[in-house]
């Protein structure tokens, strides 16, 4: 299915540094990412995003701008949940594939065509856009040249993030009804991008960090419940859309996954052209031979944000790996592999190519594939160990 990816830059009052308790290594040249302070308020459950964030904002205040972030991912969530619900209704027609003709001769669009435009409104009107990239596009756009002199100005005020996302993570389930997702990273900008001496090439290369720079990751679930999912860095925080109050309020402070499990979530269609590690592993868990000798069982919807939500929560391993056809797998390293990894590890677990640790990967592109393995530490760690013991 055919899906759309952005980044954005952002302008920020300041870096992301604050609290000197603690630094997280990244491989990026100039900037130290440190961990966020929480207090109670952001442990109790109940309490509303909003204030989560400007709990957060209060107790970090270098980061009240990502705080802004937050607010345009908030209600993006929320129109996208609502335009997600109301698709197959016959008053929603207008929705479909793009370039096609409605019953009533109308042009229809795609809903991830909407729900790009809808994040991309939403987060231009923080007043913080700078840089696009999108499938549409085969590179990324310097936005402020579409935009005129107020994005030229609002790029010049202070230093920038970089978002990028996946504004309807398997929306070919849509027509279905089976759960869909937005999945977004932040990242810092490079201090390399000089806002005064303007470098397009440099700026818009900001897109391609690895996720160990991330400083943010989240995805919305639109499926039985609207659930906001978000990382500052410092744990892993779940949001459950109150439908009644439109609000999303928080339902699980500090999600931890468990250590181990005994669900697998792969296309097993694909399994006779994985590599070999990766096919014994899968055959040993499900004939229960593996490490812990329990049998596994199958759980796989098919749309990433679904599996990883269930699997964050329940346990077991989600993955796509790479193919004899496909050697990257299925899935985009920047707006899908990455932010998911950061909410993994997290989370308590662990995320591998097989051979290498999901976040250390530095993009080349910006749609760029990456075989994913991610989950539970225990399961994951037998697909590493499986690897490194057939010479990987
Ligand atoms: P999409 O970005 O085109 O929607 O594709 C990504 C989706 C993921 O959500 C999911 O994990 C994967 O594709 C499923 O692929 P498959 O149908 O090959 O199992
Ligand atoms: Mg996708």
């Not at 209060?58 to 345009?72: C, K, V």
């Not at 640790?357 to 994951?380: A, C, F, L, T, Y």
Request: aromatic share 8%; hydrophobic share 40%; charged share 20%.
């Amino acid at each position: 299915m055919k899906f759309t990816a952005l980044a954005f830059v952002f302008t920020a009052s300041s870096a992301w540094a604050f609290t000197p308790s603690a630094t997280i290594g990244r491989t990026s040249t100039s900037l130290h990412k440190t961990i966020p302070k929480f207090d109670e308020v952001c442990e109790t459950t109940g309490v509303t995003l909003t204030r989560f964030m400007s709990e957060v904002a209060m107790l970090n205040p270098e980061i009240s701008e990502l705080t802004t972030l937050f607010g345009a991912i908030d209600t993006s969530c929320k129109a996208i949940a609502n335009l997600v619900k109301r698709s197959q209704l016959p008053s929603s027609s207008t929705l479909g594939l793009e370039g096609e003709v409605n019953i009533q001769g109308e042009d229809q669009k795609k809903l991830d065509v909407i729900t790009n435009d809808l994040l991309k409104r939403a987060l231009r009107f923080t007043g913080k856009l700078g840089v696009l990239a999108s499938e549409e596009e085969d590179e990324p756009v310097d936005l402020a040249k579409n935009e005129g002199e107020k994005a030229s100005l609002l790029v010049e005020e202070t230093e920038k993030y970089v978002v990028v996302f996946d504004p309807l993570d398997g929306s070919s389930n849509v027509d279905a009804g089976i759960p869909t997702g937005t999945i977004i990273g932040i990242y810092e900008h490079d201090d390399n991008c000089a806002i005064d001496e303007v470098k397009p090439d440099v700026c818009l290369a900001n897109t391609l960090q690895p996720g160990t720079s991330l400083v943010a990751a989240a995805y919305c679930l639109y499926s039985s419940s609207t659930f906001l999912v978000l990382t500052l860095g410092s744990g892993v925080f779940m949001f459950t859309l109150d439908e009644n109050i439109g609000e999303f309020v928080l339902s699980k402070p500090n999600v931890k996954i468990p250590e181990t499990s005994s669900i697998i979530s792969f296309n097993e269609a694909n399994i006779e052209k994985w590599d070999a590690p990766m096919k014994e592993t899968v055959y040993n868990w499900r004939n229960g031979t593996g490490k812990s000798g329990k049998k596994f069982s199958s759980r796989y919807i098919g749309s990433m944000v679904g599996d990883v939500h269930r699997t964050l929560l329940y346990g077991g391993v989600f993955g796509y790996p790479g193919d004899t056809k496909n050697k990257n797998g299925k899935l985009r390293l920047l707006y899908e592999g990455a932010p998911m990894s950061f909410i993994m590890e997290q989370a308590g677990g662990l995320s591998t190519t097989g051979t290498e640790r999901v976040m250390e990967i530095v993009p080349k592109q910006v749609h760029q594939r990456v075989p994913v393995i991610m989950g539970s530490k225990n399961d994951v760690q037998e697909v590493i160990d499986a690897y490194a013991a057939a010479g990987n």
